[in-house]
Nanobody
Framework: QLQLVQSGGGLVQPGGSLRLSCAAS????????IGWFRQAPGKEREGLSC???????VYIDSVKGRFSISRDNVQNTVFLQMNSLQPEDTAVYYC???????????YGQGTQVTVSS
């Protein structure tokens, strides 16, 4: 069974940092682009960042310079390091096998990130 299993997240104060992990099960991440998305209450899912199999990474402007995506092919895991978090970053965060949503995209289970004092 092909799965992405997420860990990390939680409650952090403004200006704080969190690291999210996305571990693949049943397939190797080496050959896949892995994207990170988030969905805030009442808003549509938003693509944040993506890393391709050749190491290319892209970020949306609102997280550029604060978020960093990396992959560890030995652990078969992709990470999202999030620094300088702000209340507007509060959302459920998802990793996905792919940079854009298409039917059949494999997503992780989602993890809540709450930025609040």
């Amino acid at each position: 069974q092909l799965q992405l299993v997420q860990s990390g997240g939680g409650l952090v104060q403004p200006g704080g940092s969190l690291r999210l992990s996305c571990a693949a099960s049943g397939f190797s991440l080496d050959n896949y682009a892995i994207g990170w998305f988030r969905q805030a209450p009442g808003k549509e899912r938003e693509g944040l960042s993506c890393t391709t199999s050749d190491g290319t990474t892209v970020y949306i402007d609102s997280v550029k310079g604060r978020f960093s995506i990396s992959r560890d092919n030995v652990q078969n895991t992709v990470f999202l390091q999030m620094n300088s978090l702000q209340p507007e970053d509060t959302a459920v965060y998802y990793c996905a096998a792919g940079c854009t949503h298409v039917p059949g995209t494999i997503y992780g289970q989602g993890t809540q990130v709450t930025v609040s004092s």
